[in-house]
C-alpha cells in the first residue's frame, strides 16, 4: 500500500484521490495547504488527520511514502525536488516542471535517490490510446496527423475583465501550449516518438502568455498538426491517416472513441471501454512503477521529448516564464 500526501486542495486533487482509491494500491496519509484550515476542511473528507502548511514538514515525515502534486504550473519542479531530496516518490501532474532544464535537473535527482518521478499524463495511459497504437499498422503508410485540443477557458472572461487569473499569469509557467497543447503533444510522441524537426505558432495575449496556437511535428514520411487553444471551443475529432485508411479519435486527451475507417470496409469501432475518471489508469502504473522499483521507466523519455519541445516552441513563440531564469540547483 502506498502511502501518499496530497499538494493542493482543488478539484483535479479530489479526482486523484478517487482514481488512487479505486486501484486499491494506494492509501491518503496527508494534506498540503498553505493554510492550515484549507488542508483540515480537505482532509475531513476523507477522515484523514494528517495536514500541513508547510512543505518542509510534510516531505520529511515517515507518514509518505510518494507524493501526489497539483500546485500552479511553476512550483511543480520546486515541489518535486523538495520531496525527491527526501527520498520520496513523486507523481507531478502536467507538465513536470516549467522547462527543460528543471525535468532534466528532476530526472538527475531522481535516479540519484532511486525514486520514481512520474508525469501524470493521463491521455498516455488509457486503454484507448492503447488501442490506437495496435491499430496504427491497419492504416497503412501514415501520411497525415491532425490532433486538435482546443477549449475555451472558464477562467477567460476574467481575464477580459482585467483580472490576472493563473491560467493566463506567466509568473505561474502558464498558457494555452503549457495546459492544453501539452496534451495531444504527449500523445504524438507517444505513438510517433521524437520528430526529425519542429515548427511552432502561436497567439499572445498582453499577459504575455500564448492564447492559441500550432505546432508541426516533422517526421521522414508524415507531420503531426497539432492546434491548441485556451480562447476557443474545438469540437472536432483528431485524425490519422494511412494510405490503406484513417482513423478518428474524440477527445484526443482521454481518447473517448476510436473509429477505424478503410476503403470499401464498413467503419470499425474500437473505443474500449474506460473508467470515467480516466486518472485511474495513470495512478495504476505509478503504483505499479513504485512496486516494481522501476526508476528508468519510459514515461520519462517521453516527459523529456515533450518538454524539450515545449520549452523551444515557447522561445520561437516568445513565451518567457520567471521560472526559466531560475534554474533547479
Known amino acids: 500500500m ?21 486501484t486499491g494500491k494506494y492509501q491518503l496519509a496527508a494534506v498540503y495547504s498553505r493554510q492550515i484550515e484549507n488542508a483540515q476542511e480537505f482532509a475531513a473528507k476523507y477522515d484523514v488527520s494528517l495536514c500541513f502548511d508547510s512543505l518542509e514538514e510534510m516531505s520529511a515525515s515517515d507518514a509518505l511514502d510518494a507524493v501526489y502534486i497539483a500546485s500552479p504550473n511553476s512550483l511543480h519542479g520546486p515541489q518535486a525536488k523538495l520531496f525527491i531530496e527526501q527520498g520520496k516518490h513523486v507523481i507531478g501532474e502536467k507538465p513536470l516542471a516549467s522547462n527543460i532544464a528543471e525535468v532534466d535537473a528532476l530526472i538527475t535527482m531522481a535516479r540519484e535517490k532511486g525514486v520514481v518521478l512520474f508525469e501524470a499524463m493521463k491521455t498516455t495511459y488509457t486503454p484507448n490510446f ?30 477580459l475583465n482585467g483580472e490576472n487569473p493563473n491560467t493566463f499569469n506567466p509568473a505561474f ?9 501539452i496534451y495531444p503533444l504527449s500523445a504524438a510522441i507517444g505513438l510517433f516518438g521524437e520528430p526529425n524537426s519542429f515548427t511552432a505558432q502561436g497567439v499572445l495575449l498582453d499577459s504575455g502568455v500564448d492564447a492559441h496556437g500550432t505546432l508541426v511535428l516533422h517526421y521522414s514520411q508524415f507531420d503531426v498538426v497539432i492546434s491548441h487553444s485556451k480562447v476557443s ?8 491517416q494511412g494510405e490503406q485508411g484513417t482513423m478518428l479519435v474524440d477527445g484526443i486527451s482521454e481518447c473517448k472513441s476510436v473509429m477505424l475507417h ?49 520549452t523551444q516552441a515557447r522561445n520561437v513563440v516568445g513565451v518567457r516564464f520567471p521560472a526559466d531564469e531560475d534554474m533547479l540547483v
Request: aromatic residues 10%; glycine residues 6%; contains cysteine.
Open 2 to 22: 502506498i502511502r501518499f500526501g496530497v499538494i493542493g486542495t482543488n478539484w483535479i486533487t479530489d479526482s486523484y484521490i478517487e482514481a488512487a482509491l479505486k
Open 130 to 159: 492503447q488501442r490506437i497504437r495496435e491499430a496504427l499498422p491497419k492504416l497503412g503508410k501514415l501520411r497525415k496527423v491532425y490532433f486538435s485540443y482546443c477549449q475555451l477557458s472558464s477562467r477567460y472572461s476574467k481575464y
Open 173 to 181: 509557467s502558464n498558457g494555452s501550449l503549457m495546459d492544453i497543447g
Open 233 to 240: 471551443d474545438g469540437l472536432i475529432p483528431s485524425e490519422l
Open 262 to 310: 478503410r476503403p470499401g470496409e464498413p467503419a470499425l469501432e474500437l473505443t474500449q471501454s474506460q473508467e470515467e475518471n480516466v486518472m485511474y489508469y495513470e495512478a495504476v502504473e505509478f503504483a505499479r512503477l513504485v512496486e516494481k522499483q522501476h526508476i528508468d521507466h519510459s514515461g520519462l523519455a517521453r516527459t523529456q521529448i515533450v518538454n524539450t519541445i515545449i
